[in-house]
Nanobody, 115 residues
Framework: QVQLVESGGGLVQPGGSLRLSCAAS????????MGWYRRIPGTQRELVAT???????IYTDSVKGRFTISRDNGKNTVYLQMNSLKPEDTAVYYC?????????WGRGTQVTVSS
C-alpha cells in the first residue's frame, strides 16, 4: 500500500521559513517524479514545485528564488524548503508521487503565514 505522509507545516511569521517533508512508502521512490502542490481556501490545487527522478526541478513563478525542492532517495523523502514566506503562501500543502499515468497523493499539511 502506497503512503505519502507530509510533515513540517505550522504557523510562521511573514519572512520566516519552514521545511516540509514527505515520507513515502510502498513504492519504488527513486523512479517517481515528486511534487508539492497547494490549495488556498476557495481555489483549486496548484503546482508549487516538482523534481523528476533525474533531479530536474520546476517551480511556479510565485515561489522561484524562495522555495527549494529536493529529494533523498535513500530516505524515500522529498523536501520543500520555504524561505521568505508571505501571507499569500498560506495553504494546505500536498505531496504527490507520479510515474507515467499513476499518481498518489498525501493528505496534506497546513502552512499558515501570519503575524
Amino acid at each position: 500500500q502506497v503512503q505519502l505522509v507530509e510533515s513540517g507545516g505550522g504557523l510562521v511569521q511573514p519572512g520566516g521559513s519552514l521545511r516540509l517533508s514527505c515520507a513515502a512508502s510502498g513504492l519504488a521512490f527513486s523512479g517517481y517524479d515528486m511534487g508539492w502542490y497547494r490549495r488556498i481556501p476557495g481555489t483549486q490545487r496548484e503546482l508549487v514545485a516538482t523534481i523528476t527522478s533525474d533531479d530536474t526541478t520546476i517551480y511556479t513563478d510565485s515561489v522561484k528564488g524562495r522555495f527549494t525542492i529536493s529529494r533523498d532517495n535513500g530516505k524515500n523523502t522529498v523536501y520543500l524548503q520555504m524561505n521568505s514566506l508571505k501571507p499569500e503562501d498560506t495553504a494546505v500543502y500536498y505531496c504527490k508521487a507520479s510515474w507515467r499515468q499513476v499518481g498518489y497523493w498525501g493528505r496534506g499539511t497546513q502552512v499558515t503565514v501570519s503575524s
